[in-house]
């Protein structure tokens, strides 16, 4: 119930190419979901997060698309670049704060590789 | 101005010492975490503070104990190291909990 499956667990895409990354949940009090970026030595940025009333968001290069009846998000990257090779996590949690359940729960991650 | 900051960076200590990881958040931030992360990048949440009390306590050894001096500082104990803790250790905080979280650089613990 409180799993996030993430796939593949590694990814190399050519630059200019469209990288895509893909999360299932099986909690359906999940309500909200986050994708953060992780670059070598450093510590997890928030990307991009949808909540499930809408079924896509768009930030730039970044996209969520939102699944609720499959419990799928995918993060797509339009036009990827070798600077954003780094390991990308999903997460789901309950929102607003819901005692034990409300953990953010990662994904074991994708390593995305961007060949120039 | 680094918004969480944790020290230190690099931790190398024996098997059966005490060690502890200082973190500190700049943002104002209601909420702070400690996550693990395994040799194969798995995040896994440890503990997190909110207004200086504990509300979730994940499943981990008692030989780890959060301290919550104040608002920006959660620090992390951790009594009688094992090989198995060697990982990197991350703080994070966020204003509501599981909103934004803002993560520190990590430390690096290897237990020798």
């Known amino acids: 119930q409180q799993q996030v499956k993430q796939s593949p667990q590694s990814l190399i895409v050519q630059k200019g190419g469209i990288s895509i990354i893909n999360c299932a949940y099986e909690?359906?009090?999940?309500?909200?979901f986050p994708w953060y970026q992780q670059f070598p030595g450093k510590g997890p940025a928030l990307l991009i997060a949808?909540?499930?009333?809408?079924s896509e968001k768009k930030e730039g290069r970044f996209t969520i698309s939102f699944n609720k009846s499959a419990k799928q998000f995918s993060l797509h990257i339009m036009d990827s670049q070798p600077g954003d090779s780094a390991t990308y996590f999903c997460?789901?949690?309950?929102?607003?704060?819901?005692?034990?359940?409300?953990?953010?729960?990662f994904g074991k991650g994708t390593k995305l590789s961007v060949k120039p | 101005d680094t918004a969480v900051s944790q020290t230190p960076k690099y931790l190398v200590t024996q098997m059966g010492n005490d060690k502890s990881i200082k973190c500190e958040q700049n943002?104002?931030?209601?909420?702070m975490y400690w996550y693990k992360q395994d040799s194969k990048k798995f995040l896994k949440i440890m503990f997190s503070?909110?207004?200086?009390?504990?509300?979730i306590n994940e499943t981990v050894p008692n030989r780890f104990s959060p301290k919550s001096p104040d608002k920006a500082h959660l620090n992390l104990h951790i009594n009688s190291l094992e090989l198995g803790d060697s990982a990197v250790y991350f703080c994070?905080?966020?204003?509501?909990?599981?909103?934004?979280?803002?993560f520190g650089q990590g430390t690096r613990l290897t237990v020798v």
């Open positions: 997460a789901a949690s309950i929102y607003p704060p819901g005692g034990s359940q409300g953990n953010l729960i």
């Open positions: 503070y909110n207004n200086k009390e504990l509300i």
């Open positions: 994070a905080s966020s204003q509501v909990m599981n909103t934004e979280a803002f």
């Open positions: 909690n359906t009090a999940f309500d909200y």
């Open positions: 943002l104002g931030h209601d909420t």
């Open positions: 949808i909540r499930p009333d809408v």
